[in-house]
């Protein structure tokens, strides 16, 4: 329910629905764009960005809470550990298992490797059931890959890298049916037609849904048929380091068991690095629609390895996240509100951004309305937002619109007596996605030999800017690639012996730049929310 | 601003602790010293990793909800639920046939079931659960597979059947089936494919990557926008 002090605002937002409707808000150009982001977007505050002094990218500019992670010390000291006793001995270990994961342990199984997958909280709790709007395929008859390409290209600023982009858009509609071959419901017509909706900044309908719980959908399809495959898996065991061979080739990876503590040992052939993204860093001090573990630690870890990073320092800000009520601040609220109609307006119940244009221009749109303008809401715990006009949907489209097709937002909003179908959600940006990450091929390879990656702890597809529905796409594309390749790279490889030389050349390297002292240990595996009060003793996590 | 609400009494474990109005169960274990390793994943409301069980001081009754997303209220017993192990059948989804016995076959204790409803109670997404029980029962996959979908697969139905019926599962197998062998085929889904890779759009992308930067941003602001809202939505 809304403090009564908000009902003169939602009465405007009411008041000016109809008028609204056949109201057009005009397309940015591209000057007007390029503006906009320089003003407004966070990735532009330059005090909020560091120069790495050690490691593969040193130089680069990234966030200062990232920058601490990479440059952080290891959790284990690399001479209590002999990597060459282990735990557990296999051809492929992925690390992490969302949706990236889930794909290349599927296709690594069946080529024939020996599988073994570890995972932080339990198997498939990641970002992707998270994942509502839907998946990228270009697959209608007025829509082709090379338009899905020109519109990945625009939405990351055409800094995104080419070939990876060539990759993603050719392979969508495979995907897309490799996923309903296992089973996966899709949203379609009696006549078997995709229900497909536009996103912002598609040109195209392109959004293959399953209602607005699509990502929900595919991972619980993806883990019951690792279950089926009968793949081996560990869940609350997050990787703390890679291991090398004295050849420079990935061995494997040291393991915690979070609960008891104790380091586990896993040989491997090759690793594939689907540990996800970084939202719980709560970058420039952002609420975030991530899951309890995005916490970078892939991007540490290979890192650390030697493996080269890039964007790391562009991050997607969602502009739609959740401020009221302060139970749900800063989840996600999807992008398929606005891609079904709903506009985004202010205080007066004005528009003030196309509200399909990508997700940076938008998000900074929110921040200038907000900031500048001085035309957002305020909420009783101090956040300021502006009305997403939820109720729109059900006009445009017809009554009943809402219930079917975001039941997810209905019921999350019941919760709290607020009902979108006939109210208005407040909304702010909110840390939603790492643009950037580890660089990799179109096969998912790094540049360290055996070791592959794919889905959001990777970075180069999407450029500076994601678009809606490339995220889940890109988990399937490349995670199926790297699991490939990474199985057949398990087969032909030579193994040299295992050893933790490379972390202590790392701590070396830290204490040569004279920042070991002043950093923290990475990988951070889970960020700490306990309140602290006096008189607490509590050991440093 | 969560220092200055008012301070409600919640039971931890049976410990009494002051908590501010407005936090969630996740927030409240937080607050009160808990530092969540199991019981807590997407923090959204869609992984199922935090469902809970609780009651009032003076109201045995137990309700159930996700952590992540019910709100505290004065004289809430809390507790964590620990692991819960569950029956899950094993199966080649390309060997299945889509029908009602072959659900039955791979889950046979749906037959056990009394209607006693406490599944559909148990349900923090507010699902019929007892309902698609009896469609499975009578091989309505289809009616399985609409009246499920919205399943976090959080396991309390399973948790708390007294028949030892695993609902959250047999769904998922009906659901599975259901997208595998019991929609239309997309015909312009399978056209494309066979286009992709006869190479149609080879020469398409190629010249795109080959566009300098500057004739390539003028084709992407130029481009046409098919408009959001379809010709024939129903």
């Known amino acids: 329910m809304y403090p009564a002090y908000l009902e003169e605002s939602i009465h405007l937002v009411e008041d000016t629905r109809v008028r609204r409707l056949l109201e057009t808000m005009p397309s940015l150009d591209e000057m007007g764009k390029n503006a906009l982001l320089k003003l407004y977007h966070p990735d532009y505050i330059e005090a909020s960005m560091r120069q790495l002094q050690a490691g593969v990218n040193k130089g680069d500019s990234t966030p200062v809470e990232l920058a601490d992670l990479l440059e952080g010390n290891s959790r284990i000291n690399p001479d209590t550990i002999d990597p060459s006793k282990p735990d557990h001995n296999v051809d492929v270990l992925v690390i992490g298992c969302g949706g990236a994961g889930a794909s290349a342990a599927l296709l690594a199984n069946e080529e024939g490797a020996r599988v073994l997958i570890t995972t932080k909280l339990r198997m498939g709790d990641a970002n992707t059931v998270g994942a509502q709007a839907g998946t990228q395929a270009a697959d209608r008859p007025n829509d082709s890959p090379a338009i899905h390409y020109l519109d990945t290209m625009g939405g990351g600023h055409f800094d995104n890298i080419p070939e990876l982009v060539e990759v993603l858009v050719r392979d969508a509609p495979s995907v897309i049916k490799w996923l309903e071959q296992l089973g996966v419901n899709w949203d379609k017509a009696p006549d078997g037609t995709m229900h497909e909706l536009s996103g912002g900044g598609t040109s195209r309908r392109r959004l293959h849904s399953a209602r607005d719980y699509t990502g929900l959908e595919e991972m619980r399809v993806l883990r019951d048929e690792l279950r089926n495959k009968k793949i081996d898996y560990l869940e609350f065991a997050p990787a703390v380091e890679l291991i090398l061979d004295d050849r420079g080739q990935i061995a494997g990876a040291v393991l915690i068991n979070l609960e008891t503590e104790e380091l586990v040992i896993v040989r491997a052939r090759a690793v594939v690095m689907t540990t996800g993204g970084i939202g719980r860093l709560h970058i420039q001090g952002f609420p975030t629609t991530n899951h309890y573990g995005a916490t970078a630690d892939g991007l540490v870890l290979a890192y650390r390895a030697g493996a080269e990073l890039v964007f790391i320092d562009t991050m997607q800000y969602h502009p739609t996240g959740a401020i009221y009520p302060l139970q749900i601040l800063g989840q996600l609220v999807t992008e398929k509100v606005r891609t079904l109609g709903a506009q985004l307006v202010n205080i007066s119940g004005e528009q003030f951004v196309m509200s399909l244009e990508p997700r940076d221009i938008v998000a900074s749109a929110i921040i200038r309305e907000c900031r500048e303008r001085q035309l957002g809401i305020g909420t009783p715990t101090g956040e300021t937002g502006v009305w997403l006009d939820s109720p729109m949907i059900d006009m445009i489209r017809g009554e009943g619109t809402i219930a079917r097709e975001l039941p997810a937002m209905v019921r999350q909003f019941r919760r709290h007596d607020i009902d979108i179908t006939r109210q208005p959600i407040l909304v702010y940006p909110t840390l939603h996605y790492q643009n950037g990450g580890i660089k990799i091929d179109t096969e998912g390879a790094t540049n360290v030999p055996g070791l592959y990656a794919a889905g959001e702890c990777t970075g180069g597809v999407h450029g500076r800017n994601r678009l809606i529905g490339n995220s889940t796409l890109e988990l399937f594309v490349f995670g199926r690639r790297a699991g490939r390749v990474a199985a057949q790279y398990a087969k032909a490889v030579k193994r040299g012996s295992p050893t933790m030389e490379h972390v202590r050349r790392w701590q070396q390297e830290l204490a040569k730049v004279g920042v070991a002292g002043q950093r923290p240990v990475s990988p951070r595996l889970l960020p700490d929310y306990v309140r602290r009060t006096h008189g607490q003793a509590r050991q440093a996590a | ?234």
């Not at chain 2, 807590?40 to 809970?52: I, K, L, V």
């Open chain 2, 1 to 234: 601003m969560a220092e200055q609400a008012r301070l409600i009494d919640i039971y931890i474990m049976g410990r009494r602790c002051q908590v501010p109005e407005g936090l969630t169960i996740l927030t409240a274990l937080e607050y009160c010293g808990y530092r969540m390793i199991r019981g807590c994943g997407c923090r959204a409301g869609f992984c199922g990793a935090c469902a809970t069980i609780y009651n009032f001081k003076n109201d045995p009754q137990l309700r159930y909800d996700l952590a992540c997303q019910k709100t505290v209220e004065p004289d809430m017993y809390l507790v964590q639920v620990p692991f819960f192990p569950a029956v899950k059948a094993l199966y080649d989804l390309e060997k299945l046939e889509a029908t009602g016995g072959k659900v039955l076959s791979l889950y046979p204790d749906l037959v056990k079931c009394f209607g006693c409803n406490t599944c559909t109670k148990t349900c923090p997404q507010e699902l019929e659960v007892m309902w698609f029980v009896s469609d499975a029962l009578r091989g309505d996959i289809r009616e399985v597979a609409d009246k499920s979908f919205d399943c976090l697969m959080c396991g309390l139905c399973a948790a708390r059947c007294p028949q030892g019926l695993v609902p959250y599962n047999m769904a998922l197998l009906c659901r599975r089936l259901y997208g595998r062998y019991l929609t239309p085929v997309s015909e312009h889904l399978e056209e494309r494919i066979t286009e992709i890779e006869a190479g149609k759009f080879d020469a398409d992308i190629e010249e795109l990557k080959k566009t300098a930067e500057k004739e390539l941003r003028r084709k992407y602001t130029e481009r046409d926008m098919e408009p959001a809202l379809e010709q024939h939505w129903e």
